[in-house]
């Protein structure tokens, strides 16, 4: 590195002091923490970001988001080449960027990066870094910061997308690798073309949802999604949506609304009641990545049916499933390709879900805990489909089956035109044009639910009723050490300490379709426990058992 690309580093970033005594951890989520404390971080963010545009001649993003967290929260997260997330061989290098203690620790790490990786600091090749944030009142700072730290690189320019959601900023950043078009209104183009393509692909003896069910009312978290949802509503046809907690009206972000407290309290957001018993509901959370469906019970007091994420990845799978069936049952040996449909999941999924899936004839896999995991694993098929409980997750399509389909369909529009077999092709180009496959996207999984259920001719009620969870408990064990804890077999399978296990199952074998099993938290000295069984209090007594076996071999008390 040169003098003058060194005193760049060092001037700039000693206008951005780290807070005393705060250690900060890039995970699954990036860098989160009281808006407070963050100013050097996403300036630091900001260089790591030049850098890895630098090393991969690509364009990168940056998201100022802590997405479900409290107003007063921030954080920030990279967008790699792909659309995805930051590479987990980078998230050392973005700790120790975040905790270094001066400007001149700060030059060294990046020095030695720069010569570990080869990063090519010839001034030749440029940066490219896309700037994203969501409506919280620290962003417009915190984006500065990150505008700050791009461009103490010479030659990186940072480019301010303005207020998005966290997945239209992935979304840009894969089109714009990918040579393609990527403003916001060309997303919102996409999302709406593929949309009403596959509304006109709806057999025409079909009736399209009328009445109460042609109204879909959205809780928008108080946040972007909310706003971005009524500009993408008026591109589309053949839905009615009423958005409410836009955010426009006053109402606090996170408070009382959005996907993660509607999905972990069961409860209906603030703005729903009883007037809403028997609509079809949906809510996104802060950012506008997670989505869930719910429907107020009538002559209750705000108790919701919840659809999940394991419901929607349900809905999906099905509906994709019919459309390779059709594709297959008209293949000739010559034009045949069995496409590889999978299922990936958590060990948090519920248990009926995972059982539905594998009655359809799926493959389920099951993955460690974590999007990044999923995601990889999804990508191993032609398509595959990942979603949590909480209502993260996307369909993934390879570019070998995306480039077979295009031919395949091209062949049948020639040959069979208007066949089933053309029909169920175009589908599933639509379906991989309007899912937003960088990542879980609240707005575009919503479209394709939607697009779904009036193929499908289905209400809320008949989506919900594919199958019924089995209750569950989830418990935290305090404990001295998490890492005494090790398991196998996507988490479900305890290896360390010796005994458990065994002594696990030979509790969990009491309950009717009892289900158990332990994993160290990512984050803090806790063991979580997750236990189904058939009736609630089963779940709760398995869960209580268990939680003391953990207790009894490394614990300190249960919450």
Same mark, same amino acid.
């Given at each position: 590195m040169n003098e003058e690309q060194s005193s760049v580093i060092l001037n700039t970033s000693s206008r951005f002091s780290p807070p005393q005594g705060v250690k900060l951890s890039y995970g699954t989520a990036g860098f989160r923490a009281d808006a407070s404390l963050l100013q050097s971080t996403v300036f630091r963010v900001g260089i790591l970001a030049a850098l890895r545009s630098l090393q991969t001649q690509s364009v990168i993003g940056v998201m100022i988001t802590a997405s479900h967290n409290q107003v007063s929260d921030n954080g920030v997260k990279i967008a790699d080449p792909s659309g995805g997330m930051l590479s987990q061989h980078w998230e050392p290098f973005a700790d120790a960027l975040a905790n270094a203690t001066s400007p001149h620790q700060l030059l060294k790490l990046i020095n030695e990066f720069v010569e570990k990786e080869s990063i090519p600091f010839d001034g030749v090749r440029s940066a490219e870094v896309l700037l994203g944030r969501d409506t919280r009142p620290s962003g417009d700072d915190l984006l500065e910061a990150a505008r700050q730290g791009v461009t103490s690189i010479i030659g990186a320019v940072a480019l301010d997308m303005g207020i998005l959601t966290t997945p239209q900023l992935h979304w840009m950043v894969r089109a714009r690798n990918k040579g393609l078009k990527a403003s916001e209104q060309d997303y919102f183009e996409q999302l709406s073309s593929s949309f009403r393509y596959l509304m006109d692909l709806i057999p025409s003896e079909k009736s399209k949802l009328g009445g109460p069910n042609e109204k879909l009312v959205v809780d928008g978290a108080n946040g972007v999604g909310g706003v971005k949802l009524k500009a993408l509503e008026k591109l589309l046809s053949g839905l009615v949506i009423e958005v409410r907690n836009s955010g426009e009206d006053g109402g606090v972000l996170n408070d009382g609304v959005g996907a993660d407290y509607v999905q972990k309290e069961k409860f209906v957001p603030q703005g729903f009641g009883s007037k809403d018993a028997g609509i079809r509901c949906a809510s996104l959370d802060g950012d506008a990545d997670r989505l869930v469906y719910f429907s107020v019970q009538p002559e $209750?007091?705000?108790?919701?049916?919840l659809v999940d994420g394991d419901k929607i990845l349900s809905l999906f799978a099905l509906f994709i499933g019919e459309q390779l069936s059709i594709l297959n049952e008209k293949e000739d040996i010559k034009n045949s390709h069995q496409a590889r449909l999978g299922v990936v999941q958590t060990a948090?999924?519920?248990?009926?879900?995972? $059982?539905?899936?594998?009655?359809?004839g799926l493959q389920v896999e099951l993955t460690p805990t974590g999007v990044k995991y999923l995601h990889e694993k999804a990508a191993e098929f032609d398509i595959g489909i990942y979603f949590e409980a909480n209502g993260h997750g996307t369909v993934l399509f390879s570019e070998y089956f995306t480039e077979w389909l295009e031919a395949r369909s091209n062949e049948l529009s020639s040959g069979s035109k208007g066949s089933e077999a053309e029909k169920a092709a175009l589908r599933l180009l639509a379906v991989s044009k309007l899912i937003n496959q960088a990542v879980g996207d609240a707005l575009s999984?919503?479209?394709?639910?939607?697009?779904?259920?009036?193929?499908?001719?289905? $209400?809320?009620?008949?989506?919900?009723?594919?199958?019924?969870?089995?209750?569950?408990?989830?418990?935290?064990?305090?404990?001295?050490?998490?890492?005494?804890?090790?398991?196998?077999?996507?988490?479900?399978?305890?290896?360390?300490?010796?005994?458990?296990?065994?002594?696990?199952?030979?509790?969990?074998?009491?309950? *009717?379709?009892?289900?158990?099993?332990?994993? *160290? $938290?990512?984050?803090?000295?806790?063991v979580r426990v997750y236990a189904e069984a058939s009736t609630q209090e089963t779940a709760d007594s398995l869960a209580n058992s268990v939680a003391k076996l953990v207790d009894q071999f490394l614990g300190q008390n249960t919450s």
């Open positions: $209750s007091n705000g108790t919701i049916d948090y999924a519920n248990g009926a879900s995972t $059982s539905y899936l594998k009655q359809l999984g919503l479209l394709l639910v939607e697009v779904i259920l009036q193929h499908m001719e289905w $209400s809320i009620h008949r989506w919900n009723d594919l199958y019924h969870d089995l209750p569950s408990r989830q418990l935290k064990v305090k404990v001295a050490d998490r890492t005494a804890v090790v398991t196998a077999n996507a988490e479900t399978v305890v290896v360390s300490p010796p005994g458990l296990q065994e002594a696990i199952n030979e509790e969990t074998a009491k309950y *009717p379709q009892g289900r158990c099993f332990v994993r *160290p $938290s990512g984050t803090e000295d806790v």
